[in-house]
């Protein structure tokens, strides 16, 4: 029976064999019986992480410590609120806080701290405690986006001549890229923060499928 630790864009946090390309945390979620409580967050630093560091082997719900969560790749990370973890990903991290910056105007780099503060504001619902969506132009989203299409969640990626295409997503990879007919605005799970960055030029480490591999 697989863990409840695999992440979707839609920030829920569910039990699915599914392998990804990072790992992350939200702070401490499960208790001694290895199973989530209500809690789907302890701390802001909502953080992903990668899977190998230094080869340390971590049992992922050890008691009392925190847990670790998996996602498919880095735009559903995004998409789910999620930023670079400054200390196994220190390079990632800076390009991340770099392009924050850049795309803000900011002559200085800003603190991890108050990255998570303004993440937070956008991506929960503070009534519902629910993900935060907006809408906008499909053609308006920076690749590594990722919207709900068609009842399901889906990556933005630009396609020849300059259209926005639309990968649906699973936990077996991205759909084919498709430029639906007449679909402009669109729900959009990332939030607004990390649009900026993705627009401001940071890659996100995407799953081969999103290539056709």
């Known amino acids: 029976m697989p863990l409840q630790n695999r992440v979707l864009p839609t920030q829920e946090i569910v039990a699915e064999s599914g392998r990804g390309l990072l790992m992350g945390n939200r702070g401490t979620l499960h208790g001694p019986d290895r199973r989530l409580g209500t809690t789907r967050w302890r701390s802001k630093a909502w953080i992903c992480c990668v899977l190998d560091w230094k080869g340390v082997q971590r049992d992922p719900m050890p008691p009392g410590r925190w847990t670790a969560l998996f996602f498919f790749d880095e735009a559903v990370a995004l998409a789910a609120g999620h930023r670079p973890c400054a200390y196994c990903r220190r390079r990632d991290f800076l390009l991340y806080a770099g392009a924050w910056a850049s795309g803000r105007g900011l002559t200085e780099r800003p603190r ?51 259209d926005k295409l639309v990968l649906g997503w699973s936990w077996e990879g991205y759909a084919t890229p498709a430029r639906p007919p007449g679909l402009r605005q669109v729900a959009v799970l990332t939030p607004p923060a990390n649009l900026v960055v993705l627009k401001a030029g940071f890659a996100p480490l995407l799953h081969p499928s999103a290539f056709g591999n």
């Open 112 to 162: 991890a701290a108050a990255m998570d503060a303004q993440l937070h504001l956008e991506r929960v619902e503070p009534r519902t405690r629910q993900q935060r969506t907006t809408i906008a132009d499909l053609d308006d989203l920076p690749d590594g986006a990722m919207i709900r299409y068609d009842g399901r969640p889906a990556l933005v990626l630009g396609g020849p001549g300059g």
